[in-house]
């Protein structure tokens, strides 16, 4: 089945620094990939959609310039948290879809911390 | 973004009884509905999934029906386990567009 992969799954960093987080789709390409934020207990929050080659679509709510995202080829989508805070400490995940079939499936997600 | 409302939040059942999960959407234009299995601490996971061409699809255990006309759409797990215990979402996708979620259902299956 298609695979995704996402580094690192945990970080723990100190607040004002900034994390990177990569997405790969493994054995598919993906022209789209989302970044979703899940707190404890709670569904997942699409936080931005991005797309090979041109800029991500922010979700309202979202700073663009604190959560920046590139998506430079079919495989590979990068969000970065900027200046991070306490409470940008979540559960993050990005999903991939596939190009021709158009099912979705996601990474392990990365569990941030901020200090 | 559309609502998806997701019913009921959560769910207790006996080992071997079947399990039932509501989902209503309020796009018209939706046209794929998946539904994903979250264990604690890990990704979601696709189980079935379902496009508005086809009223029913069935995977072993797991079913999905369709009803587009009242724009709602059930995950149906039947003889459930212990290790069907999850948080299982539903989401819909209009068009090409992205997935929205529901809240969640916690499954919980007693031995």
């Known amino acids: 089945g298609a695979v995704v992969s996402q580094h690192p799954s945990w970080v723990i960093c100190k607040s004002g620094t900034s994390v990177k987080i990569e997405c790969r789709s493994l054995?598919?390409?993906?022209?789209?990939m989302f970044w979703y934020r899940q707190f404890p207990k709670q569904s997942l929050m699409l936080m931005a959609t991005?797309?090979?080659?041109?800029?991500?679509?922010?979700e309202q709510g979202v700073e663009k310039d604190k959560f920046l995202i590139n998506h430079a080829s079919l495989t590979l989508s990068t969000l970065t948290v900027t200046s991070a805070h306490p409470e940008d400490s979540s559960f993050y995940i990005c999903?991939?879809?596939?190009?021709?079939?158009?099912?979705?499936?996601f990474g392990p997600g990365t569990r941030l911390t901020v200090t | 973004g559309e609502n998806v409302e997701q019913h009921p939040s959560t769910l207790s059942v006996q080992e071997g009884d079947s399990a039932v999960i509501k989902c209503t959407y309020s796009?018209?234009?939706?046209?794929?509905f998946p539904w994903y299995k979250q264990e604690l601490g890990k990704r979601p996971q696709l189980i079935i999934d379902?496009?508005?061409?086809?009223g029913e699809k069935k995977d072993q255990r797991i079913a999905v029906t369709l009803n587009k006309t009242a724009k709602h759409f059930s995950l149906h797990i039947t003889e459930t386990q212990p290790e069907d215990s999850a948080v299982y979402f539903c989401?819909?996708?209009?068009?090409?567009?992205?997935?929205?979620f529901g809240k969640g259902t916690m499954l919980l299956v007693s031995p």
């Open positions: 999903s991939a879809r596939d190009r021709f079939y158009g099912e979705q499936y």
């Open positions: 054995d598919f390409q993906a022209t789209t």
């Open positions: 991005s797309n090979e080659g041109s800029k991500a679509t922010y």
């Open positions: 796009d018209s234009a939706s046209n794929y």
């Open positions: 379902i496009r508005s061409n086809v």
């Open positions: 989401a819909w996708n209009s068009g090409y567009s992205t997935l929205t």
